[in-house]
């Protein structure tokens, strides 16, 4: 069992950049793969970003492309997400979440293990 803790996020401006960590206990990190995803108000959770068992792999959704780069760190198990020109339509709780599937995925349903959120909130 993995258990997952988000932190860094905040308020900013829009174009401004965050830098969200999550930590994760245990000692199966680097057997997950890991992912971020992302919920705002009224609206359904969403793929943000994942990134392989050895941190090989990356793969973005498009709305976040270019801006966004998660990376991960498998001897300090943590899973980063650097996020940059930050737009108002990023805000959103955002989520780490682990995934015991071998490939990268961007599926919710395939993500066994999920943090508790962090808020970010981009103001315009």
């Known amino acids: 069992q993995v258990q997952l803790v988000e932190s860094g996020g905040g308020l900013v401006q829009a174009g401004d950049s965050l830098r969200l960590a999550c930590a994760a206990s245990?000692?199966?990190?680097?057997?997950?793969?890991m992912g971020w995803f992302r919920q705002a108000p009224g609206k359904e959770r969403e793929f943000v970003a994942t990134?392989?068992?050895?941190?090989?792999?990356?793969s973005y959704a498009d709305s976040v492309k270019g801006r966004f780069t998660i990376s991960r760190d498998n001897a300090m198990n943590t899973v980063s997400l650097q996020m940059n020109n930050l737009k108002p339509e990023d805000t959103a709780v955002y989520y780490c979440?682990?995934?015991?599937?071998?490939?990268?995925?961007?599926?919710?349903?395939?993500?066994?293990?999920w943090g508790q959120g962090t808020q970010v909130t981009v103001s315009s």
């Open positions: 990134i392989s068992r050895s941190g090989g792999l990356t």
């Open positions: 979440a682990a995934s015991p599937w071998d490939w990268t995925t961007t599926a919710a349903r395939l993500y066994d293990y």
């Open positions: 245990g000692h199966t990190f680097s057997t997950y793969v």
